[in-house]
């Protein structure tokens, strides 16, 4: 808005938005410092399971593919080494 006596212009102060956005940082920060608590699931047979699934597959495809370990002989490694992996995590 104009100051007619002087013909200047009034600024705004600039020290009030940076205290509001100050303001808003501080709460966020606040909000962030906050540790919220995850439990982690219990381990289950259906993870298990799963995690052997993978294993077997896994292991019959490499075993296929090397030639010497495939078929049934590498997913039956593959489903021990998924199990294991699974419940040791």
Known sequence: MPMPALGLFSVEDPSKKAAQYYS???GTYGAMDKEEK???PDKTAG???MAAGGGALTGAMVGAQIGSVGGPFGAAIGAGVGALAYYLS
Do not use: N, Q, R, V
């Open 24 to 26: 808003a940082a501080s």
């Open 38 to 40: 995850i439990e982690k």
């Open 47 to 49: 993870g298990g399971l």
